[in-house]
Nanobody
Framework: QVQLVESGGGLVQAGGSLRLSCAAS????????MGWFRQPPGKQREFVAT???????LYADSVEGRFTISRDNAQHTTYLQMNNLEPEATAVYYC?????????????????WGQGTQVTVSS
């Protein structure tokens, strides 16, 4: 069993930055691809970024160049650095783990999810 706990959300003004963290516990973590997703108010959960092993991370077009996903395997922690935030980024952000070394941008391909952390960007 894998548990994921997100932190780092909050309220920020447009143009500001936040760094989200996802602390993982359980077995096999260093072989799992990790992803960040978000769910804006009244909308479906959507892909933000994902990281696997050996290849460049993948980003949603809407965050490319402003968000950076990274992982620290020794600490079992995945990060999402978010810069130049826009009000449209307001959402609950979720960390997810996939029991595969290959990443994916599909919500349904992930096996474990955190409880989410709220990010609110004011204009």
């Amino acid at each position: 069993q894998v548990q994921l706990v997100e932190s780092g959300g909050g309220l920020v003004q447009a143009g500001g930055s936040l760094r989200l963290s996802c602390a993982a516990s359980g077995r096999g973590l260093n072989d799992y691809a990790m992803g960040w997703f978000r769910q804006p108010p009244g909308k479906q959960r959507e892909f933000v970024a994902t990281i696997g092993f050996g290849e460049d991370p993948l980003y949603a077009d809407s965050v490319e160049g402003r968000f950076t996903i990274s992982r620290d395997n020794a600490q079992h922690t995945t990060y999402l650095q978010m810069n130049n935030l826009e009000p449209e980024a307001t959402a609950v952000y979720y960390c997810a783990a996939r029991t595969s070394r290959y990443f994916s941008d599909q919500v349904t391909w992930y096996d474990y999810w955190g409880q989410g952390t709220q990010v609110t960007v004011s204009s």
